[in-house]
């Protein structure tokens, strides 16, 4: 490949995590042996925030009439796509059966887990999407308790549009703690909730390391780490609608990649050179935010051709990937490792972030090289059955006989053997395992 560097990350997304995961384990082990009590404990050290923990309805309805109306509709718009996208995400996944062999029964049940922990951030930014991200789809999927759990603010609470978006979501309950004690109240089930199955949403370090901990213990939508972008651009792409999209995804944090890949050079030159301008326009904690991602994680790169475009993007295995080129069709059937996509200029990252119906809980760090982001699915326990006639048993019985033996799992055989013998008491069969 004939890759070029105009501009190479000094730094990436990765670093040594390990006195987070100690911290992290302190708090965990601590709650659990401590239960309420020390939970509230640190609530009270990290949250600063000594207010009512599980809010009660009233407690909803005034952080609910606190709300804008035009913020309210913004929301119910929001919430109505993520609900249409996600009904149909469920309408593929099929309870069925299927006779294997004459009288063998086997088949597929979907089975959505009892409680969900929906983790909403609520510190440098309020993120309204994503109650509405993890609480939709988690009510779609049939859950039958939905936690929302989001960081309260010193002598406020939760912010109102969290708790309103989180409210006509489907929420059972709305759980106001931060950080790792949150996740840690909804792993327990402390405070008179359910132990969740599974935990979801973004957070921070600490929220993402329990949620890794936690794991196997609970499920959990995915590990994440910081949020990165990438944009594939050739030379019919708007360089100030490439420049945009790609300050629009720094300002998520100080180690948020950007990636640009293009075969167009003056493209990539005229990014460069609008990037910094759009950054230095910006309010200050998004601008501080855009500034360090861009300096030390953001990546511009020319490719000879739309195929090690495509080539270099799949390596890469972007969080997003928005593709600014020509025919569309060829870029969304060859692409392969990406957690959303989203073609043509029409469209943009903050669209799927925010409002347009598709989850913006997605693979960080190259895990779309193997999994996709939250849906209906991740709730979902994807279970199997089977049911047989004495007559069709037989077959299936001979063969697992002589294949345990084989295996030298003598009892495993002894199973299917006890069956042959009630079932069929006049015959003899060959069930030797030999090799």
Not at 26 to 52: C, Q, R, S
Not at 320 to 335: F, M, S, Y
Request: charged residues 25%; negative net charge; proline residues 5%.
């Amino acid at each position: 490949m004939s890759r070029e560097y105009l501009k190479k990350a000094p730094l990436t997304a990765k670093s040594d995590a390990s006195e987070t995961k100690k911290i992290v384990r302190t708090i965990l082990d601590e709650i659990e042996a401590g239960g309420d009590k020390v939970a509230l404990d640190y609530a009270h050290k990290f949250d600063k925030y000594e207010g009512e923990i599980i809010l009660s309805a009233e407690t909803i309805e005034a952080a609910s009439a606190k709300v804008p109306e035009k913020l309210k509709r913004d929301i119910k718009f929001s919430h109505a796509n993520v609900k249409r996208f996600a009904e149909a995400q469920l309408g593929t996944v099929k309870d069925f059966e299927v006779e294997v062999i004459p009288g063998f029964v086997a088949g597929q049940k979907a089975i959505p887990v009892d409680a969900a922990g929906c983790y909403v951030p609520g510190g440098r930014y309020s993120h309204i999407a994503s109650a509405i991200m993890t609480v939709t789809t988690a009510k779609v999927a049939g859950c039958k308790n939905i936690i929302a759990c989001s960081p309260p603010r010193p002598g406020v609470g939760i912010a109102p549009a969290i708790i309103y978006a989180a409210h006509i979501c489907g929420a059972d309950k709305i759980l106001a703690m931060g950080g790792v004690q949150g996740v840690a109240a909804m792993t327990y089930g402390l405070f008179g909730l359910p132990k969740a199955n599974i935990l979801v949403g973004p957070g921070n370090q600490f929220v993402a390391e329990a949620k890794r901990m936690l794991f196997g213990r609970v499920g959990i939508d995915m590990i994440a780490g910081p949020t990165d972008s990438l944009v594939l651009a050739d030379k019919t792409a708007d360089p100030m609608i490439v420049a945009a999209d790609l300050v629009g995804q720094a300002e998520h944090g100080y180690n948020s990649p950007v990636w640009l890949v293009t075969d167009d050079r003056p493209l990539a030159e005229e990014v460069m050179r609008l990037v910094p301008g759009l950054i230095d326009d910006l309010p200050e904690v998004n601008r501080d935010n855009a500034t360090a991602a861009w300096r030390d994680y953001a990546e511009v790169i020319v490719c000879s051709d739309r195929e090690e475009m495509a080539q270099t993007s799949d390596e890469y295995a972007p969080e997003h990937l928005t593709v600014q080129a020509e025919d569309l069709d060829w870029w969304l059937n060859r692409l392969s490792c990406y957690g959303s996509l989203f073609l043509g200029e029409e469209t943009t990252v903050a669209f799927g972030d925010k409002a347009s119906g598709t989850n913006h809980v997605l693979p960080t760090s190259g895990a779309a090289s193997y999994t996709g982001g939250l849906s209906v699915h991740k709730y979902m326990k994807i279970v199997t059955w089977q049911q047989a006639t004495r007559e069709a048993s037989r077959p299936v019985a001979e063969a697992t006989a002589r294949i345990s033996r084989l295996e030298g799992m003598e009892g495993h055989a002894r199973t299917a053997d006890i069956r042959l013998q009630k079932y069929f008491p006049d015959e003899t069969f060959d069930l030797a395992g030999e090799a």
